[in-house]
């Protein structure tokens, strides 16, 4: 079950990947898929490990190949921002910290309203502001067609067994 249909996707890596501003949708097939945002040069994201500030573009590009990791790309260059990415990624420590998962920083940068708790709430905050030009689909087959439908329990659920997998390995390193 799709919980978002992308209308058009070029199935394709971005031109000037580096020169926008986009919205990175990894795992883009999976329950649930993880989001960061790209601003110039500057990757940002929440994850279950920590904040991502101001990675580079290009290195995250290079992971994605390597790996082949399914991702879809939102190009937002066309919108307004008026917050500091950096600063607003500062505030977090990691996803499950306070609640907060890889959406938290991302809506609050885009400036959406607060009541939107998941991908699909976002993607369709986007789309009705007319911010949805030109979607990339890389690492994804040909009959791709949008975000799977999921809540936010099962959110909250993967970051939590990310935590438990991380206590288990560092209990496993201590001994």
Request: charge should be positive; glycine fraction near 6%.
């Amino acid at each position: 079950m799709i919980g978002y249909r992308f209308k058009q996707l070029e199935f394709s890596w971005p031109e000037k990947i580096v020169a926008g501003t986009y919205l990175w949708i990894w795992n883009a097939d999976k329950v649930p898929p993880h989001i960061g945002i790209s601003r110039g040069q500057n990757y940002f994201s929440l994850t279950y490990k920590q904040a991502e500030i101001q990675k580079s573009v290009l290195a995250m590009v290079r992971k994605a190949k390597r790996a082949g990791i399914p991702l879809v790309l939102v190009d937002l260059s066309e919108m307004a921002f008026t917050a500091d990415f950096t600063s607003i990624f500062q505030q977090f420590k990691r996803a499950g910290w306070q609640g907060a998962t890889c959406l938290t920083p991302v809506k609050q940068v885009i400036d959406v309203s607060p009541n939107v708790n998941q991908l699909s709430e976002l993607l369709m905050e986007i789309e009705k502001a007319g911010n949805m030009k030109r979607v990339f689909a890389v690492h994804l087959a040909g009959d791709y067609a949008g975000i799977p439908h999921y809540t936010v329990s099962e959110i909250l659920q993967r970051i939590e067994q990310l935590h438990e997998a991380k206590r288990s390995e560092s209990t496993i390193a201590s001994r």
